[in-house]
């Protein structure tokens, strides 16, 4: 690791900071979990609303320590919610 470019390393220490704060307890609880998640993986840039955010986060939450994902459930959960533009739209990243 001490060779790796310097973006790597700090995007390694931001996913090991995601994984401790997801390990603490509810993230529909962590307001700091939630922001840098969506910095992260650029949830941001998609113009999502209020709403959507905390669908998603809900979401990732019912679907702490299950072993498998049903990602058409999900995507039914979320697409309906419209973005800024007035549009659905269908952004997730469920991770281990």
Same mark, same amino acid.
């Given at each position: 690791?001490?060779?790796? *470019?310097? =973006?790597?390393? =700090? @995007?390694?220490?931001?996913?090991?900071?995601?994984? &401790? %704060? #997801? !390990?603490?307890?509810?993230?529909? !609880?962590?307001?700091?979990?939630? #922001?840098?998640?969506?910095? #992260?993986?650029?949830?941001?840039?998609?113009?999502?609303? *209020?709403? #959507? $955010?905390?669908?998603?986060? %809900?979401?990732? %939450? $019912?679907?702490?320590? $299950? @072993? !498998?994902?049903?990602?058409?459930?999900?995507?039914? !959960?979320?697409?309906?919610?419209?973005?800024? &533009?007035?549009? *659905?739209?269908?952004?997730?990243?469920? $991770?281990?």
């Amino acid at each position: 690791m001490a060779h790796d *470019p310097p =973006e790597m390393r =700090e @995007s390694i220490a931001v996913y090991l900071f995601l994984r &401790k %704060e #997801f !390990e603490r307890g509810p993230v529909t !609880e962590n307001h700091l979990f939630q #922001f840098v998640d969506r910095s #992260f993986y650029r949830m941001d840039n998609a113009s999502l609303l *209020p709403d #959507f $955010r905390a669908k998603y986060f %809900e979401l990732m %939450e $019912r679907s702490r320590g $299950r @072993s !498998e994902l049903n990602l058409k459930a999900l995507a039914l !959960e979320l697409y309906p919610i419209k973005n800024r &533009k007035n549009l *659905p739209s269908l952004q997730f990243s469920f $991770r281990d």
